[in-house]
Structures are given as structure tokens and as C-alpha cells.
């Protein structure tokens, strides 16, 4: 049954290419009801119901199964019966009949068991949440609304151009399954040993080596991948172990490779494809939001680089020998292609001002002919030629079943966006923050950012921004602020949230193959990321930083003065190291001169930065006193 699944997805991921390609265009009902259908399929034969429910006993693993042929066969009649009344949607005008109804409640519900089995409970009680909301409304304050009827909530969910099959569907079918694959190909190339070689080369003489690799190997790769967890799971059984074995404790090197992946989701060029999402929903060419991201991503990485650097001060790790770094040499230059060079076509076809799922489908082939070539080049390859068919099938297989799981989380993210439509819940959820804020937008933007950490718990990045956007945009929006920052406001919490305990998914995906305790990596995972909730904050106040948005040159060279600093501060203040161990004052002191350089009044802004400078002259003098009086005395 499990080959079954996986040739589903296979034929999910070559439809998902060829539509992004240049051939004759599938039209719009056969690819989303295609997509969904095929989701569905992948997801009821790779997780079925005997396995999770049938334990030992044969006859109860024979009846889940039946049940879940009956649930396959009862949601493919559900398809078919949405394709015959698809066509009257563009009319406008759709008279469900009561059966009709009933089929199109049948579809909603396997959606919602669907993403159980995918991601847990979180997401399908939001769904069945959000559909009793519709019908029974008459609650106390400004949620209460007047109920809608059993037939609305279905005719909205289901039939609608803005439910399961609404526009979110529409775009992540159309453009995001295609880089779902594409990170399947590449890594199915070899790309993950090179690139991870290439970084331990590039950052082996600092101290803590291994794991600044690690953070550069898993930034390259998460900017592909849609799921930090996934991005962990597939860089993670290599960068780990290396970052245990220079010395780094067991949960740190769990909690070095979520972040590091986390943050991959917010780093241009691909940002999991957020991106393009993000452009389609906010209507701004993608280059924009690409530049945009590109120093807050920096400044993400620089405070994984300044932690790992002090936890390795702190453990008195020191950098690689010489005689364990590896050399590159001219046949590792030409493995490097095999991820070069998609990701130069990748951006070379967008700056063409052609459209992402062209780059997706180009990068693609890109992969697929770089590795082909590079394999008959090499001698030693050569041999295993008649191989790379088989590894490209078992990509695209993999890199269907991941599109599968972002297929049914978005298709109930659709549902959710219907009832918000229809009963106005997130007007409502708005109003609330406001009177909560009290005017203040430094208050506002505080409640949105735990919201959004909360809605976007134990979801992969991709329905995570698509639901948070969703609740709390119009929030921040109705506060005077571009729609730009808005969405990376809620992308960077709703990425963040995987490494935000309790349901801290990135860390708890690295926690076994660290051999950790997840709560314990998910905490030191929050350490290292924390000035990663400091940057969308930042943003906010300081738009320059965006490169695009009421670009200032006195505010940005001010503020690009500041924030290394600040980060560097924070960093150390979180890991309690510098040069030396920090005290619990040094530690509080420094987190706080680094908070007060960056608020919004200058004054404070530079005695913040004095005091900071300050605070960072002081250790330093005082470590190299005490090596000089070791010295003197040894």
C-alpha cells in the first residue's frame, strides 16, 4: 500500500512541474481538484488509520483499513461532484441541494482528519472551532454575530471560490509544489555533503567551527525547504553529530540546527517560498520581498554565529586543527554546481521578470541536468550512472508526499479563511488588540506577536503565515504600517514558533537525532534565536532596514551602527560568555543597554550605545589584565 502512496505523489510532483512549466496549461478546477485529491490519497495509504490505531490485533487493523478505503472512495465522489458544481461558481449563482450539502460536509471533514494525521490535533480543532463559531454565534461582546446556517458554513468551506479550494490553494498548487520538488531534486543530488563541506571549510579556524557550518549548510537549504522540520530532519543527521563531537552538549547542537533551519524560511532568495505567496497576496513585484528580507535575515544569522561563537568561549571549545579541515579541491568546486547553479537560475529567471513557478520549473531542470552532467564528468559516477533514474523517481515520490502535507494543511487554512470571511471575526479579533494596546502600537505589536506565535504552533512555515495573516494582519495594518512590513511582521513569529516551547516542532524534530530532551533543546534553541523576536520589531520602527520601504540614509547607517552591536550584546548577555564567563549582572546589564540603543528616541539610542560600548571596552580590559597577571605570575 506504502508503494501506492508513493507513486501518487510522484505523479503529484511531475503534474506539480509540468504546470509550472511551459506547456499547455491545466486548467484551474482539474489542478486544485487534482492537488487536493491527490493529497488526500498520499496522506490516507502513508499515515492510515490501522497504523495509528490498529497496535497488534488483525482484525482491528482490517477494519481501519476498510474504513479508510471507504473514506478514499467517498472523497473521490466528493471531487467529482465539486467538479459539476465548479462550473456554476464562476456564475455566481449555486442551488445546493440537501445530498449535495451532505458531500460537501463529507469533503470538509476529511480535510480537517486529513491534517491530523499530518500535524497533530492543533490545526483541526482551530477548524472545528471556527465552524461551530459560524453557526452558533450569539455570544456575549464583539464576537457575537447573528449564526449563519448549516448550508452557509458548508457552501462557504467547501463551495466557494474562498474555502478549501479558495485562492491560497489556487497559489501554493500553481507556484509552491513546484519548489517542494525542487528542494526534493537537490537534495537528491548530492548538494547536502558538498554544501556542508564547503561551510566547514569556510568557517572551520573560528571557535565552535562545526556548528557555525551547520548554521550556514542549514540556512542554504532551509531557504528551499517549506518545513523547518523537514529542513532538520535532512541536514540535521549530519550537522548534528559533527556539532556533538566538538565538545557542544547534546540539546545546544539539536537547538543550533533548528534555529539555523527556522531561519532558512525568512532568507532570500526562495524563503520557502513564502515569498511568493507573499507577493501574490500583497500585490509587490518578488524582488522586493526578497531585498527586503535580506538584512533582518543577516542579522538573524550574525546572532546564531555570536552565540554558537560564546557557547564555545564558554565550553572552552577551540577551533578545528588544521590537519582536520578538509581541503576543497577542483572536483569538490564542481560538486558545488550541483547547488550553484539552480540557485543562479533560480534568481536569474526572476530578475528576468518571469514568473516563479518558471524559476521553480527552470531550477529544476537546472538540478537535474547540472547532476547528470557532473555524474558522467566524474569518473567514479560514471559507473553508477544508470542509478540517477531511480534517485529521481525516489525524489519525486518524497517531494510529493511533502507537498501532499502542505496541500491538506492549506486546503483547512481555507476553511478557516471562510468562516473569518463570513461571520468578520478577524475585524472583531482586531478591535479587541486595539482596546487591549490602548494606543500604543509598541502594545499592539507586542499581543500580535504572541498571537502569532501561538497560531502559528505545530504548523509548517507556509500555513502558519497563511493562518496568522490571516487573524492579526488587518491588525498591524489598521496601525498606518506598509503592508511589506505587516506580512514580515507575521512571518518571522509565525517561523519563530517552531522553536518556541511547548510546541516547539523544529526543536522537537532535532531533539532523537541529538539525543536531547526536547523541552530542554527547545530552550536553548529560544537562547540562540532570541534576537530573532527583536528583528520584526525593527522593521516596524526602522522600515530603512528593509532596503525598500521609507528608505532614510541617516536612519539606516544609524540604525545598521547600532544593531551588530546590540546583537552581539543580546547574544552574549543569553549564553552568559564574552571573552570570559559573564556574571548574572554583566548578563542583565548587557540585554538591557542593547534594548535601550534600540528604541526609537535618540537620546536613549545613544546612551544605549555608549553604556554599550562601555560594558564591552570594561570586559575586554579586564580579561586581557587577567592574562597579563597570568602570565606575569606563571
Known sequence: MRQIGLWVGFVLAAAAIYGAGPFPFIEQGIRLGGAIGSAVIITLVLKPLAKEFGGDSHNKRLLLWIIDVAILIGFLFTLFNFAEVYESLWDGVVILEAS?????????????DMVRRNFGIILPIICIIMLIYAQFGDLPGIFGHRGFTFEEVVEVSWFSFGGVFGRPTDIVSSIVLVFIVFGAILEATGATAILLKMATVATARIRGGTAHSAIVASAMFGTISG????????TGVFTIPMIKRQGFTNAFAGAVEAAASSGGQFTPPIMAAVAFIMAELIGVPYIQIAIAAAIPAFFYYFSLFASVYAEAVRLGIEPLPEDQIP?????????????IVPLVIVVSVLFAGRSAAMAGFSAIVAAI???VGIDIISAEKRQHISDYAKQLIDALQKGGAQCAQIMVAVGSIGIVIA?????????????LVAELAEGSLFAALAVTALACLVLGMGLPTLPAYLFIVLFVGPVIGELGIEPLLVHMFVL????????????????YAAAPIADSNPMTTGVNAIKIAVVGFIIPFILIYYPSISLVLHFDWTQFIWIMVR??????LIATAFIGCDQVPLSFVERVLRAI???????????MQIAGLGLGLGIIFIHRVKVRRKQAASQASG
Open 563 to 568: 544593531m551588530p552591536i546590540a546583537v552581539w
Open 593 to 603: 543597554f542593547a534594548i535601550v540603543m534600540l528604541i526609537v528616541d535618540p537620546t
Open 100 to 112: 449535495t450539502l451532505a458531500i460537501g460536509f463529507f469533503g470538509t471533514v476529511v480535510i480537517i
Open 419 to 431: 468562516v473569518v470571511s463570513l461571520t468578520g471575526v478577524a475585524g472583531n479579533f482586531g478591535t
Open 327 to 339: 581541503i576543497l579541491t577542483k572536483d569538490d568546486w564542481v560538486e558545488a554546481m550541483r547547488f
Open 369 to 371: 541536468v547540472t547532476g
Open 227 to 234: 518545513s523547518p522540520v523537514a529542513n532538520v530532519v535532512g
Open 492 to 507: 518571522y513569529f509565525g517561523v519563530l514558533s517552531n522553536v518556541t516551547p511547548p510546541v516547539a516542532i523544529a526543536a
